[in-house]
């Protein structure tokens, strides 16, 4: 699963909305979840990748289906990802709004490798997130994660579908971390583009260096879990038409954060939403802009031509003792 859109598509700053809301379950009591004992093997899904799939035709819908399981944080896995992101706070406790999508990726690629996705899940395009962190995530607690497939929609060139998850602890009625996964999957489709050709617009803020070392792939694939072959050496990103590894959308996402949000005190709870528009090729040497404005802070890393990247807002809640699962 890469981290890049490739539908070439263009928007405006403003496009980019913070999600107010986010389900905490599936609208249909049809859905039947795989219940898991432990987290699944990655390199075993990654070879399931391999096992032809016959597609989906355009107008049909991927089937609905879900995957629970119980799953911790290990501290060496909590520190690991903060630094390589480039957070650097000594408290252990803090586990940023971003961390929990990682931790779920097994559970992704789960349903993505499952008999019932009728693609393959190598050509399937990581394009958005929206994220909701009601409460902080305790990480000496074992964590429910639950994630389901949910509405496809075509578009031209192919077709979106949605995946949800949730991260419940202490039994809790309602989960303190929700997530929607935008999912592209090229497929033959009459639809027509109906977007315009006008360019990116950028956002008036501070400009700074984005510069990436050729191995960054392959230091974060570990964490993450990710070993996508577009991520980690030039060989292996030219079978998927890279000329170059390109690194996880995930980490510039992190990262960006960890230069706007140093505190991990202000990342444990708020609303975020990121757009995954084009590939940053490593090694790297371009730019990224931060904004602030109305409490959200908005991030743009560029492309070394000047092309919108990746797009970010964030708006951080304060923590409090009386911080309700209903807030944000």
């Known amino acids: ?24 379950q599936p609208n249909s009591d049809q859905i039947s979840f795989d219940d898991l004992s432990e987290s699944p093997s990655m390199l075993k899904m990654y070879l399931k990748i391999l096992k032809p799939r016959p597609g989906l035709k355009e107008g049909d819908s991927v089937p609905k289906y879900g995957v629970e399981c119980m799953m911790k944080i290990s501290q060496d896995w909590l520190n690991a990802y903060t630094q390589i992101c480039g957070w650097t706070s000594s408290n252990q406790d803090l586990v940023p709004i971003t961390a929990p999508q990682v931790l779920a990726a097994p559970l992704h690629m789960y349903l993505l ?11 399937v395009v990581h394009a958005e997130n929206e994220m909701i962190a009601h409460k902080p995530i305790d990480p000496k607690l074992p964590l429910k994660v639950k994630s389901w497939i949910g509405e496809t929609h075509w578009k031209a060139r192919g077709f979106q579908v949605d995946m949800y998850t949730t991260v419940s602890q202490n039994d809790e009625e309602k989960p303190r971390w929700l997530a929607k996964t935008s999912l592209f999957r090229t497929a033959k489709t009459s639809q027509k583009s109906t ?51 390109i690194i996880h959308g995930m980490w510039t996402l992190g990262h960006l954060l960890s230069e706007v949000v140093p505190d991990l005190h202000q990342l444990c709870c708020g609303r975020l939403a990121v757009r995954f528009r084009r590939p940053l090729a490593l ?24 092309k919108l990247a990746v797009d970010i807002a964030f708006e951080a809640k304060e923590i409090s003792s009386t911080t309700d699962v209903n807030e944000c």
């Open 283 to 306: 090694p790297l040497k371009s730019t990224w802009r931060h904004q602030t404005a109305a409490n959200t802070k908005f991030m743009q890393a560029l492309d070394p031509r000047g």
């Open 195 to 245: 977007h315009s050709s006008k360019t990116d617009q950028l956002i008036n803020g501070d400009e700074q260096a984005l510069q990436l070392s050729a191995n960054l792939g392959r230091r974060y694939a570990p964490i993450a879990g990710d070993f996508n072959p577009i991520h980690l050496y030039p060989i292996t990103a030219k079978l998927f038409g890279f000329k170059r590894p």
């Open 113 to 123: 490798t499952h008999q019932l996705f009728p693609s393959s899940a190598l050509g």
């Open 1 to 24: 699963m890469g981290n890049t859109d490739s539908m070439n598509t263009t928007h405006s700053t403003e496009g980019i909305t913070l999600p107010h809301d986010l389900p905490a």
